[in-house]
């Protein structure tokens, strides 16, 4: 469950910390082109954790009754989240998938993006993100099922520690007609991986 969230960032705080972090790093935080860095950070925050302050439903506001109740599938949504251990990104792509209930309700394609940009606009672990969107999607459309797979690349992986470029990391959440049916599961990976 979502906890309550401040309502916007504390950017004087975000810019002490990170002037302070630049002290740390042994570089003179008053050199010409630091100078602006710590408010450049706090608005750069400001939209990376915006989802904090979104809910799935302030997204998922367009609800409407079409006649189709069979698979509606985005593939390749770009994705780029921030690893909640190290702060640094995770990028890729989201597929989301649901299949809408007997009434036929259907959400605007382009709500699906802005639902997985509410999860990923935080500090995030991939797993968890995957998960969210696929249980808020659940609760707002009361679909038959949903599937969501994400592939993505960690830079906490790539550019420090065990340094394996390319490794993708991919995690998936299915839920209703998908966990129970291994046939529409297998439909839906069989649009997804091509
Ligand atoms: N399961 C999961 N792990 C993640 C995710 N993002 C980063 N990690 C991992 O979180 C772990 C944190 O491990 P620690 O040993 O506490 O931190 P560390 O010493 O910086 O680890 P290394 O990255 O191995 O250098 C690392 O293994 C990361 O690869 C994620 O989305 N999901
Ligand atoms: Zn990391």
Do not use: W
């Not at 690893?83 to 209930?101: K, R, S």
């Not at 699906?112 to 969107?133: C, F, K, N, W």
């Not at 993505?152 to 299915?174: D, F, N, Q, Y």
């Amino acid at each position: 469950m979502d906890v309550e969230q401040p309502a916007s960032v504390d950017s004087a705080r975000i810019e002490k910390a990170v002037r302070e972090i630049l002290i740390a790093i042994g570089e003179d935080p008053d050199r010409d082109g630091l100078q602006e860095t710590p408010a450049r950070v706090a608005r750069a925050y400001a939209e990376q954790f915006a989802g904090l302050r979104q809910t799935p439903e302030d997204v998922l506001t367009t609800v409407f009754d079409v006649d189709h109740d069979e698979m509606v599938l985005v593939r390749d949504i770009e994705v780029y989240s921030t690893c909640e251990h190290h702060l640094v990104p995770f990028h890729g792509v989201a597929h989301v998938g649901y299949i809408p209930n007997q009434k036929g309700q259907v959400t605007g394609l382009s709500k699906l993006a802005r639902l997985v940009d509410v999860y990923a606009r935080r500090p995030q672990v991939q797993e968890r993100m995957t998960s969210q969107i696929a249980d808020a999607l659940m609760r707002v459309l009361e679909p038959r099922g949903v599937i969501v797979v994400i592939e993505c690349e960690h830079l906490c992986m790539t550019m420090r520690g065990v340094r394996k470029p390319g490794a993708k990391t991919i995690t998936s959440a299915v839920r209703g007609d998908f966990r129970n049916s291994e046939k529409t599961r297998a439909e839906a990976m069989s649009l997804i991986i091509h």
